[in-house]
């Protein structure tokens, strides 16, 4: 499945890909996304944002200059997703799901309990301890 929005060449495009699926604008996301074995994000927003809160595994893949690089980069630094430099890294992360999957999900619910930007300061700041450094 790719959504893709209101991006109509991206959709004729998809819909020539056998086996693919392209979608338009979605209404329920909640569900399209319980259905799915996990998302395969370019951008780290609102999409990956819902997919986190209801546990669906992100992983990072072909980013989008910018923001979406940036985004994936750091969710990925913060255990939340997985992030897939090419396509062979992007078969080891599907491959990697049922191991690694509990544990992200479990970092995930963290940024949706009451103070979300504490559960981010707890998340980088582990990160940047458990880290090997560079020297």
Known sequence: MVLCGRNRRLYDRIGRVPGALALGWV????GLLGASYALLDNAAGQTAVQALSSGLPVIGYRPLPGHGLEGVRRMADLGLSAL????????KALADLPSCAPARAAQARALFRAD???AVAELAAHTERTRPSSS
């Open 27 to 30: 209404a329920d996301m909640p």
């Open 84 to 91: 897939a430099p090419d396509a062979p890294g992007l078969l």
């Open 116 to 118: 979300p930007m504490a």
